[in-house]
């Protein structure tokens, strides 16, 4: 991965970390455990079903794309 691309994840991450963090409860982030709980329970609740979704999306774009084609055979 090229370093724009790693500056814009990491932008955007923090940016989505601290949307997230203003809905944890601050008794949550008291500890190693209960900050991994938490941001265990953002990514499985927000973030993975958003980056599920949009990457099942580009997959059915490709094959929309790929049945829309026509294979021509040179069979002689």
Not at 9 to 30: F, G, M, N, S
Not at 57 to 68: D, L, T
Request: glycine share 6%.
């Amino acid at each position: 991965m090229d370093t724009d691309k790693k500056a814009q994840i990491q932008a955007h991450a923090r940016a989505i970390a601290a949307l997230l963090y203003e809905e944890t409860d601050p008794d949550q982030v008291k500890t190693l455990a209960g900050i991994e709980a938490s941001v265990r329970g953002h990514l499985l609740e927000h973030v993975s079903p958003e980056i599920g979704d949009f990457l099942s999306k580009q997959v059915a774009a490709q094959r929309a794309g790929e049945s829309g084609t026509l294979t021509v055979s040179s069979d002689d």
